[in-house]
């Protein structure tokens, strides 16, 4: 498995911007699919974005489409969720996922190791 530490999250007011890194160990860390989900307070895990092990694929939730922007660098063993234009609803605790598959999957059952979380809030 990989271990995965998330950074980045905070306080912003709407309409600003964060971008959260996850830090993944392992050597064969270039080889997941990496994603990132949200969990507001009360509600689901949701999927917001996944890129595959090259970098060349990617896939996002329709809520954050043109404003969050997903990104790898395997060089640092590292994923980046760029977040723009940021609304309150995008409050919640963001995930970083990695899984092992051919697909480019959204579900939480595509992914096998999971980071601990942090916490985004925005402010209206």
């Known amino acids: 498995q990989v271990q995965l530490v998330e950074s980045g999250g905070g306080l912003v007011q709407a309409g600003g911007s964060l971008k959260l890194s996850c830090d993944a160990s392992?050597?064969?860390?270039?080889?997941?699919?990496m994603g990132w989900f949200r969990q507001a307070p009360g509600k689901e895990r949701d999927f917001v974005a996944v890129?595959?092990?090259?970098?060349?694929?990617?896939r996002y939730a329709d809520s954050v489409q043109g404003r969050f922007t997903i990104s790898r660098d395997n060089a640092k063993n590292t994923v980046y969720l760029q977040m723009n234009s940021l609304k309150p609803e995008d409050t919640a605790v963001y995930y970083c996922a990695a899984g092992r598959s051919n697909a480019l999957g959204t579900r939480i059952t595509d992914f096998s190791s999971w980071g601990q979380g942090t916490q985004v809030t925005v402010s209206s």
């Open positions: 890129i595959n092990s090259s970098g060349g694929r990617t």
């Open positions: 392992g050597r064969t860390s270039s080889m997941y699919n």
